[in-house]
């Protein structure tokens, strides 16, 4: 699909941290504004939803926070 990206090593690095391998499958969930994607990506028994976005994204922290506490539920 070359609407998905291809994971940078610090992803890789989390997905792995998680339980996801390299056979992980991604699908597009969506988009939002400043370039932000958001992908499923599913492995197994692991699920998640992933936010794309430059490191200079001022809203990043401010998702983050948002994942942290969904993930809580």
């Known amino acids: 699909m070359s609407n998905i990206p291809t994971p940078s090593s610090k992803i890789s690095e989390v997905l792995r941290a998680n339980g996801f391998t390299d056979a992980a499958t991604w699908e597009v969930a969506g988009s939002a ?8 990506v599913h492995d197994g028994s692991h ?11 001022d809203d990043f922290k ?12």
């Open 33 to 40: 504004g400043s370039g932000r994607g958001y992908y499923r």
């Open 47 to 57: 699920y998640a939803i992933l936010q794309v976005c430059a490191a200079a994204d």
């Open 62 to 73: 401010r998702f983050a926070s948002y994942g942290k506490t969904f993930h809580s539920f």
